[in-house]
């Protein structure tokens, strides 16, 4: 992350101090007809030096304004004293600013794993609003966190928030293997409707799931309708979930 900026950008302040190594993403607008911009309307950096946001999904409106939101993973983010716990930051749509590019250092939500080493935000996810309130949802894997036994990983569905008739403030259901080992949440998928009911599903997949004796590795569809009739509880960074729904 860059000490200073130049003209080209619309709020230079708000992005104070350089750091390394903390990895940037650029968004580009869509235009009509023709390429977009060689310029990007917006450049997100990382919170951590040596740190990088090494997923994106997008394509979902978390508080449900009416634009597409972005969710960044970063699996080798730490808490203080708490290291590779992994996280995800959550980017709310706006409206770009004429001036020139609108530099973001401040993300509108983050969250963190629980535990050393979880790598919380390996796999994430963009839903639609499977729960009907305006809000669209979004899956974050914690491939390496211990819950139902060691290493069997986690799908976090958090329900999106914000919005008239959203919760107000960030709730999600917990997702847990019974298989040790199996690196549940290491990748995951959304956007389609495999039953035709209209609501998304997540494709989630485990690389090191057992059948046997053997390591092969599997990946599960978990139907919309399914995760929407899972029971919720609110978000508190650091403190791991009272229910999982293995």
Do not use: K
């Amino acid at each position: 992350r860059p000490g200073a900026f130049g003209p080209e950008y619309a709020n230079p302040l708000d992005c104070p101090g350089a750091l390394y190594d903390t990895a940037a993403v650029l968004v580009f607008r869509g235009v009509a007809s023709g390429l977009p911009s060689p310029q990007p309307s917006f450049v997100y950096y990382g919170p951590q030096p040596g740190r990088f946001a090494d997923q994106v999904a997008g394509a979902f409106d978390a508080n449900g304004d009416g634009r597409d939101d972005l969710l960044l993973g970063g699996p080798y983010w730490y808490r203080p004293g708490v290291d590779y716990v992994g996280g995800v930051a959550l980017l709310l749509g706006r409206p770009a600013a004429p001036s020139g590019i609108t530099v973001i250092c401040a993300p509108d939500y983050t969250w963190f794993g629980i535990g050393e080493f979880d790598q919380a935000g390996y796999g994430i996810a963009g839903l639609d609003d499977l729960d009907g309130d305006g809000c669209d949802e979004f899956a974050v894997g914690t491939w390496l966190e211990d819950v139902a036994t060691v290493n069997d990983g986690t799908v976090r569905l958090f329900h999106g928030w914000g919005g008239a008739g959203c919760p107000a403030g960030p709730e999600a259901a917990t997702l847990g293997s019974p298989d040790p080992f199996s690196g549940t949440g290491w990748a995951m998928a959304s956007g389609g409707d495999v039953d035709g009911d209209g609501l998304f599903d997540l494709a989630v997949g485990a690389p090191y799931a057992i059948a046997g004796n053997n390591s092969v590795g599997a990946a599960w569809v978990l139907l919309g309708s399914h995760l929407a009739s899972l029971p919720t509880e609110p978000v508190v960074v650091g403190v791991g979930p009272a229910t999982d729904c293995s």
